[in-house]
Structure formats: C-alpha cells, structure tokens
Nanobody, 126 residues
Framework: QVQLVESGGGLVQPGGSLRLSCGAS????????VGWFRQAPGKEREFVAA????????PYADSVKGRFTISRDNAKNTVDLQMNSLQPEDTGVYYC???????????????????WGQGTQVTVSS
C-alpha cells in the first residue's frame, strides 16, 4: 500500500513553467513505477509521463516531449514533473499514480496503475 499526494499546481501564463511533485508514504517508493496523467474538462484521462523504479525508463506523451521532464528521488520518496513552455492545452488536473513492477517497467496506460493521488490543478492562461 502506498499513499500519493501531488503538489505544485497553479495558474501560469503561456510559455511559463511549473514543477509538480508527487510525495509518497507507506511502502518504500523505490518499489514502484510512477506515472503522471492529466484530465481536462470533458476529456478522458491521458498519459503524460512515467518513470521506472530506478529511473532508467522514462516514456513521454508526444505532446509533452522536449518540454516536460520527469525525475525521482527514492531517498526522499518523491517524483517530480518539470513542465516548461506551458500552453493552454496543458490545462487540466494532473494525477500521480504508482504501480509495482520490474526495474525497467514504466507503463503508459491508466489501467496499469494501482494507486492514485487526489490530483492538482494546472491552469495555463493569460
């Protein structure tokens, strides 16, 4: 069992940056792959980025490649999502998720994750 809490969301102008953080309590975070997903109003939840247990695998959605960077610090039980060059289409609720798996496992489907945080709102608007 692991509990996840997201932080760092807010309102930012187009072209700006935000850094989201996912904190974990419960079992050691190093046992888990972690994914970030987002959901805009009226749309389905979509994959953003993921990171494997050791950090060696980091898939990204095409829409965020080159702008977002996912990283983790297992000693601090945190996974961060650095978001640069934000655009209005990046607006949504961002969710952190976790699942156990092999060392290089970093799934991209929401159904592949077992634990979810409550979400943090990101709004990109001028």
């Amino acid at each position: 069992q692991v509990q996840l809490v997201e932080s760092g969301g807010g309102l930012v102008q187009p072209g700006g940056s935000l850094r989201l953080s996912c904190g974990a309590s419960g079992r050691t975070f190093g046992y888990f792959a972690v994914g970030w997903f987002r959901q805009a109003p009226g749309k389905e939840r979509e994959f953003v980025a993921a990171i494997s247990r050791g950090g060696g695998t980091t898939p990204y959605a095409d829409s965020v490649k080159g702008r977002f960077t996912i990283s983790r610090d297992n000693a601090k039980n945190t996974v961060d999502l650095q978001m640069n060059s934000l655009q209005p289409e990046d607006t949504g609720v961002y969710y952190c998720s976790a699942t156990q798996g092999a060392i290089y496992y970093a799934p991209t489907g929401p159904h592949q994750y077992d634990y979810w945080g409550q979400g943090t709102q990101v709004t990109v608007s001028s």
